[in-house]
């Protein structure tokens, strides 16, 4: 079946900081890849996408590009704020029945 | 604007009651889902919805009942069978309901169930 692994968390960086969050997915097929936003209260909003192998998505400075060969979509940031403090969720959707699967999110906190 | 929406933001319910968490789209979206999230993980799909009159059983919908009459509207209840109801619950849909892939997914702003 589907599956996302993110890292765990939390994860503290100082305001300016370079950001990693790893996330590596197992599916049959070709999924479409997601970075989500959860704010503390709130829903999940879109950060990211990329369909298909090799594409880069990018919004708000944060980048991650599909990679096939090592299953990999990690979401970057150059230079994090402590707006940015929040939890990141990695999702993969496939055809057939269209679904969403998660990983388990990964709270960010930037402090000054 | 076009978007999800939720109501209420926050429910209270008693032991032994069912209660409906209602969701409505203007995204003109044919796939609607419910997921829950407990405090600390991930999110986990209980019923989806690719066409009107039409769902579909996710990884937990045990205690839980979906209705779509309408292509707007999804309503979730949770039922006095489902042990452990309190959680916060999210809506979402996305435009292909049978398509090859998903390309595109939008929250609502949840309904976080306290059942007291």
């Known amino acids: 079946g589907n599956s996302v692994t993110q890292m765990e968390g939390p994860v503290t960086l100082s305001e300016e900081a370079f950001l990693t969050i790893n996330c590596t997915y197992t599916a049959t097929g070709y999924p479409s890849l997601f970075w989500y936003v959860q704010y503390p209260g709130e829903g999940l909003q879109l950060l990211l996408k990329a369909t298909k192998a090799d594409d880069k998505g990018s919004n708000k400075g944060f980048e991650a590009t599909y990679r096939k060969e090592t299953t990999s979509f990690h979401l970057e940031k150059g230079s994090v704020q402590v707006s940015d403090s929040a939890v990141y969720f990695c999702a993969l959707g496939t055809g057939g029945g269209n679904k969403l699967t998660f990983g388990t999110g990964t709270q960010l906190k930037v402090e000054l | 604007d076009g978007g999800i929406t939720q109501s209420p933001k926050y429910l209270f319910r008693k032991e032994g009651q069912n209660v409906t968490l209602s969701c409505e789209q203007n995204l003109n979206h044919d796939a609607m889902y419910w997921y829950r999230q407990d405090p600390g993980q991930g999110l986990r799909l209980i019923y989806y919805?690719?066409?009107?009159?039409?769902?579909q059983k996710g990884d937990i919908a045990e205690g839980y009942s979906v209705s779509r009459e309408k292509k707007e509207s999804f309503p979730l209840t949770v039922t006095s069978a489902q042990k452990n109801p309190t959680a916060f619950y999210l809506c979402a849909s996305s435009p292909g309901g049978r398509g090859p892939r998903l390309t595109e997914a939008f929250f609502g702003q949840g309904t976080r169930l306290t059942v007291v």
């Open positions: 919805s690719q066409i009107v009159n039409d769902f």
